[in-house]
Structures are given as structure tokens and as C-alpha cells.
């Protein structure tokens, strides 16, 4: 049973559009949520992560939305690029857990150009 | 260069046949782990190792063993595949645990059991 729920399952935006993928918790004691970026061939990388004690994290393009309240995460890549386009996981974990992380289900998302 | 590498990159074997997949890091790296990727599943940990001489399962563990006698190298090992193995799969290291520290993947390897 997957800990953590990722929606949508794709994502086609247009170059210069907003993608927005969305993710779901249950377990209240994780307390790290990275997404991790990965193209065809590759080895996922972790791209952005961030702890319940901030509700917002950006790096260049890419911000985290936290609501902890509601158990919920979302990643938010602004003014979308070609090169953007891969399959895109988040991901929760207790920093006691020996980073034990549960990933979400994967999104791909396809920039147009 | 850092990295991660695995080997080989594909395999295809027949049911019952043991095999292993190597990993090997450059970076130092206390922790290491496998993960399974499959569609609609995400990735999913196999095994993980803390150091040299500790591992402890992940989340399905069932059908792989995993040693790690040096801290550079962390092979997964098939004792009788099975179909339900086939799959992506990825070696992973970091510095500290993966809530701790940024956590480097392989290149991966697609692993067909028939």
C-alpha cells in the first residue's frame, strides 16, 4: 500500500506554462519531503526538499508548497522548459527512520515546445 | 568523476537461475541502498546498508540478499529469480542517511526474468 499519493499520473503543459504536481501523506511523523527528478535512462536526482517547519521552499524555477495541516505537498516548476520533461517523484521520510523514504507513484511530464 | 555504477546494465535470465548485480560508489559513502522501480509503483526499497557489515530490509525484501564487505560496493543478489522480478532496478549511496543527505542513484538495471 503506497504511503504517499502522487497526482496526476502525466502532465502535458505548454513551454512557458505552470506544471503542478500534487502529493499526499498519511503518516504524520514523516519530516523530510524531497522530489526527485529523472529522465529517460537515468537515475533519479534529487531536485528539491523540504521540512514541515517551512510551508515554502524555491530553488530557481522549482517550489514546494507544504501544507501540513492538510498532509499535503505539491511541486511547482514556473515557466516550464523543454528540458523540464521527465518523470517527476515525490517522496516522504522520518528522519529517525534511517531514511527509509516512500515514494510516490511517478509523474511525466511533457513540455511542449 | 562521482558516481555510482552498476553492472550490467541489462539482463535477461531464465526462472531459478542465481545472479548478482553489482554496485560500486566512489564518494565515500556510509549509506547505501536498492530500490525496485516498476510502473505505477514508484520506487520501492529492497535493502539498505549503513555501513559496512550492517543492512537491514526495506520494503520488499523478499527474493534478494544483499552483502557489504567494503564500503564501496553493495551487490544485489537473485538466489532463484523469479518473473515477478522483473523490473528496474537501482543502487543508490549518501554521505548520511537520504533524509540527511542528497542521495546519488546509478544508472540503473533492467533486469527480464523469463
Known amino acids: 500500500q503506497q504511503q504517499v499519493k502522487q497526482s496526476p499520473q502525466s502532465l502535458i503543459v505548454q513551454k512557458g506554462g505552470i506544471s503542478i504536481i500534487n502529493c499526499a501523506y498519511e503518516n504524520t511523523a514523516f519530516d523530510y519531503f524531497p522530489w526527485y527528478q529523472q529522465f529517460p535512462g537515468k537515475g533519479p536526482a534529487l531536485l528539491i526538499a523540504i521540512r514541515p517547519d517551512v510551508s515554502e521552499k524555491k530553488e530557481g524555477r522549482f517550489t514546494i508548497s507544504f501544507n501540513k495541516s492538510a498532509k499535503q505537498f505539491s511541486l511547482h516548476i514556473m515557466d516550464s522548459q523543454p528540458g523540464d520533461s521527465a518523470t517527476y517523484f515525490c517522496?516522504?521520510?522520518?528522519?529517525?527512520?534511517?531514511?527509509?523514504?516512500?515514494f510516490g507513484a511517478g509523474t511525466q511530464v511533457v513540455v511542449t515546445p | 568523476e562521482a558516481q555510482v555504477t552498476q553492472n550490467p546494465r541489462y539482463l535477461i535470465t531464465v526462472t531459478g537461475k542465481k545472479l548478482t548485480v553489482t554496485c560500486s560508489q566512489n564518494?565515500?559513502?556510509?549509506?547505501m541502498s536498492w530500490y525496485r522501480q516498476d510502473p505505477g509503483l514508484g520506487l520501492r526499497q529492497i535493502y539498505y546498508s549503513m555501513n559496512v557489515e550492517v543492512t537491514d530490509k526495506g520494503d520488499v525484501p523478499e527474493g534478494y540478499k544483499v552483502s557489504r564487505k567494503e564500503k564501496r560496493n553493495f551487490p544485489l543478489i537473485l538466489e532463484s529469480p523469479s518473473p515477478n522480478q522483473t523490473s528496474l532496478y537501482f543502487c543508490?549511496?549518501?554521505?548520511?542517511?537520504?533524509?540527511?543527505?542528497?542521495?546519488?542513484f546509478g544508472p540503473g538495471t533492467r533486469l527480464t526474468v523469463t
Open positions: 517522496a516522504a521520510s522520518r528522519t529517525d527512520s534511517w531514511g527509509k523514504l516512500q
Open positions: 543508490a549511496s549518501s554521505l548520511e542517511s537520504p533524509s540527511e543527505d542528497e542521495q546519488y
Open positions: 564518494m565515500n559513502h556510509e549509506y
